[in-house]
């Protein structure tokens, strides 16, 4: 072993760190002292030399050509431009950093947006920050970017990385409570000490996850497990399991939505139920049967013993379940133990997440009189301080990471501009980006189809895929001219989109800001970076979304991404927009059509709220009579509140109705009466403008829940009906707040989203745990990015723990982000990075 090896005690074990070895650059020669037209391998050192003089060095030599050999040389010494490789250019900008690269002023000003003078100093190539295909095809090993911080000063990521470590201690000393608790029981159960227990190390290979088999969410380090039948189960639902609750959500959730035709959607009657039964068209799957009573499953009160869970619920009923750990033991102790010897030497700044509001953009505001082009007014809430956000170009971030990270902390949304202008010539355009999926031949049975989403019924259908771009560009709409809008989500998949756009895909990860966090590859804060190549890793992007739109709000059938919660933060970058012209004679029908969903929305929240007075008067009759009661009057419910015959499950699918060519019946305009608008109408939109999102405070979630929970039949979801049963009101993703709910919102609970639109090219960062919504104004691609910041882990794991408690049928219920286990492998990467960084500062003093 080489002696200046330097032995650390990691918590893996002793590890022998080679030291940086010594290079001396002494002698090198550089590249401006290279001969030019000569091959130096002819040249050999005299032996003999005058007195008189030294001779000249081999490494400055130069070599005169003949005079007809003038040209030629005036030729190759001709720069050629990085960008755009010509050499012809009359404005030269020559790199003094590097002395290779030379850019012409037209790249400079339509690809680099930054200052001559700037590009002389230090050109694109220099910065890491070129976005030419050259530059963009140099790639590591893996195919990846390479680490764009590989420059960045020792000391400012060894703070970085302390700052990491102070953030994610609470999260590892909550995991290592819960687990020496367990340890404790498992000590009581054997009658030994918990320093005597040794615990067994699970078999699991790189590529498996390890699941609740109750709850569904991962498991990260010790849980229980049956020897017998190998049923898993994670600490939370053992502490449920011994205070008396069954786990994890036992029960079902019950989503009856009736399909009560095509007319009723447009505002006419609802079918009857012999129409009902000789419909076509496929309802939802599954089955709205209420669960039977569950078996008896309990710990032992004497030893808190845990017993295998009956056959009924997964078990095998026989055996006690062993305490098991994932990582070697006593690992995470070890880890917690070096983490707070790191954070001892690092002073956190505790005022960073102390307040709502944000200095810097207050003193910014301040100096312009309420104006400041790097925020932007998104509410109007009175006494609050965080009406403004954060909205910085993506050229030019001034105020760097952390004022970025002022906002992220405390579960703001950041909209940075212009992140686009730095990718080079590709196009977003669908007609161009998938024309290799059109000019191929495909036969007739072996179509190309997605997937697609009508957000008038929220029914899924199978379309083909140059019919939807068609659609996407030319427009659609219903045979009564109600316009049609299409939504297709996650196509084409992250693999696909890597594999086949490999430019879009690589630009797209590059023009994100804020890499720190953003970038999936090496992203320094991101804590899915973290997570070795081994495992496998969730799947955060970049998922594309495409989607219809337009700027009139419907009411009814509008291009919406509706209420949801991301587990984790994400990046969302609108990269392409396009708006289909409304005729004189399609407006007049919309608001023909407006009025008649109008007309019944009222007449069926009048019948509701008739209804409910009607409940309130009767006597409590019991669940079973009451139960008994609601069968005698199925037949008599058509139009009313409460569907008989709805079946449970979403998304609907209408399989039967093939390519999606004609759908709708036409609804005739003789029912009602009202005369077309004489003067076309049209909400105004600039060019650039695509969506508008909503996005609410963490800590307003509360009461939005309350008042969803409340207004829930107010809503309308699949084939167009109420919404009836609500498991979760965020998590259904069932609800959209239109302009009225959002007024009556605002009036009842005090509570207002930031309400602001995205631009083409503009970005939208949500931290995790803020609820959004969106609207879709125009045709939109939208490329959505996630990652896992070590400000908001504590916001994901109590996300995942309200995932624990939803039904077992809930679309959302598994926990995929796996964000514990990021955590652990994160603040253990942290600390042997600061390690590292520290013990090469020292050797180069």
């Not at 074990?13 to 401006?32: E, K, R, T, W, Y």
């Not at 930054?114 to 694109?124: A, L, R």
């Not at 070129?130 to 390479?146: A, M, Q, R, V, Y």
């Not at 980006?433 to 697609?452: G, L, R």
Request: hydrophobic share 35%; with cysteine; glycine share 4%.
């Amino acid at each position: 072993m080489d002696e200046r090896e330097l032995m650390r005690d990691l918590p893996n074990g002793l590890m022998a760190i080679s030291p940086v070895p010594d290079v001396n650059f002494d002698n090198a020669a550089s590249f401006c002292d290279r001969k030019l037209g000569l091959d130096t391998g002819v040249f050999v050192r005299r032996s003999i030399r005058s007195k008189n003089i030294e001779p000249l060095p081999i490494s400055t030599l130069q070599v005169v050509p003949y005079g007809r050999n003038l040209v030629e040389l005036e030729k190759g010494l001709r720069r050629v431009f990085h960008r755009c490789r010509k050499s012809n250019g009359l404005s030269i900008i020559r790199c003094t950093n590097c002395r290779e690269e030379c850019f012409c002023m037209n790249c400079i000003e339509k690809w680099y947006h930054i200052v001559p003078q700037e590009v002389k100093m230090s050109c694109p190539v220099c910065r890491g920050s070129c976005n030419c295909k050259t530059c963009l095809s140099i790639l590591d090993e893996d195919g990846e970017f390479k680490d764009f911080m590989r420059d960045q000063n020792k000391v400012s990521k060894i703070l970085q990385f302390h700052y990491v470590v102070c953030l994610l201690l609470p999260v590892l000393k909550k995991i290592n409570k819960e687990q020496r608790f367990e340890l404790e029981v498992e000590a009581k159960v054997r009658g030994k000490s918990s320093s005597e227990i040794s615990i067994q190390q699970v078999e699991c290979s790189y590529d498996e996850q390890l699941f609740c088999n109750n709850c569904k969410t991962s498991i990260v380090d010790f849980h229980r497990s049956c020897s017998n039948c190998s049923y898993d189960l994670c600490l939370s639902c053992c502490q449920e399991l011994r205070c008396g609750n069954l786990p994890g959500g036992n029960e079902k959730a019950i989503f009856a939505y009736l399909d009560k035709g095509k007319s009723y959607m447009h505002g006419g009657k609802p079918i009857t139920i012999k129409q009902r039964s000789s419909l076509k068209r496929k309802c939802m799957r599954g089955s709205s049967s209420f669960l039977k009573a569950l078996p008896v499953w309990k710990a032992n009160d004497l030893d808190h013993s845990i017993p295998c869970p009956p056959k009924e619920l997964g078990g095998c009923g026989s055996y006690i379940l062993d305490l098991r750990c994932v990582f070697p033991s006593n690992w995470t102790e070890e880890l917690e133990k070096n983490a707070e010897e790191i954070a001892c030497t690092y002073d956190f700044p505790d005022s960073l997440y102390s307040s709502s509001h944000c200095s810097l953009c207050i003193s910014s505001r301040g100096t312009t009189q309420g104006f400041d082009t790097n925020t932007q007014k998104a509410a109007t809430r009175e006494d609050s301080e965080d009406n403004f956000l954060y909205y910085p170009p993506g050229r030019d971030i001034k105020d760097g990471i952390e004022h970025f990270q002022k906002h992220l902390g405390r579960g703001q949304p950041v909209i940075v501009r212009d992140v686009l202008q730095n990718t080079s010539d590709l196009t977003w355009d669908p007609l161009i980006m998938f024309k290799d999926f059109f000019d191929v031949d495909i036969p007739e049975n072996d179509q190309k189809v997605v997937t697609a989403i009508d957000c008038m019924d929220w029914c899924e259908v199978e379309i083909g895929i140059q019919q939807f771009f068609i659609w996407y560009l030319e427009g659609r709409m219903h045979l009564n001219l109600w316009p049609e809008m299409l939504k297709v989500k996650e196509w084409p998949s992250p693999e696909m989109l890597g594999k086949l756009f490999p430019n879009h895909n690589d630009q797209f990860i590059h023009a994100l800001p804020f890499q720190e966090y953003t970038n999936p590859n090496s992203g320094l804060l991101n804590l899915a970076v973290k997570l070795p190549k081994e495992l496998s890793k969730p799947d955060l992007g970049p998922h594309v979304y495409i989607s219809y739109g337009m700027a009139e709000e419907l009411g009814r059938g509008d291009s919406v991404t509706k209420l949801r919660c991301d587990l984790s933060d994400m990046v969302n970058v609108l990269t392409h927009i396009t708006e289909v012209a409304t005729s004189l004679e399609q407006h007049g029908k919309i608001q023909k059509l407006k009025k008649k969903h109008e007309d019944q929305n009222r007449r069926e929240s009048h019948l509701y709220k008739k209804l409910v007075n009607k409940v309130k008067s009767e006597p409590d009759l019991g669940i079973e009579n009451v139960e008994k009661a609601n069968n005698s009057k199925k037949q008599d419910v058509i139009g009313q509140v409460q569907f008989p015959n709805a079946v449970s499950g979403v998304p609907a699918t209408r399989a039967d109705e093939g390519a999606f060519l004609v759908k709708d019946e036409l609804v005739s305009d003789t029912e009602e009466n009202i005369e077309i608008y004489n003067v076309f109408r049209k909400c105004p939109v600039s060019n650039s403008l695509g969506a508008q999102w909503d996005v609410f405070r963490r800590e307003d979630v509360p009461k939005l829940q309350e008042y969803l929970s409340i207004h829930s039949k107010e809503f309308s979801h699949i084939y167009c009906s109420p919404v009836e049963h609500v498991a979760h009101p965020i998590f259904d993703e069932c609800f959209f707040l239109d302009s009225t709910h959002k007024k009556k919102l605002k009036e009842e609970y005090k509570i207002e989203p930031w309400t602001f639109y995205q631009n083409l090219g503009e970005a939208i960062i949500v931290p995790a745990g803020c609820p959004y919504q969106i609207r879709y104004l125009k045709r939109c691609i939208n490329v959505q990015m996630d990652f896992v910041s070590p400000e908001n882990v504590n916001k994901s794991i109590q996300l995942v723990e309200e995932l624990r408690l939803l039904p077992k049928n809930h679309k959302a219920k598994q926990d995929r982000l796996e964000v514990k286990k990021m955590s652990l492998y994160g603040i253990n990467a942290a600390i042997k990075e600061i390690r590292e960084l520290t013990s090469s500062a020292m050797k180069n003093r």
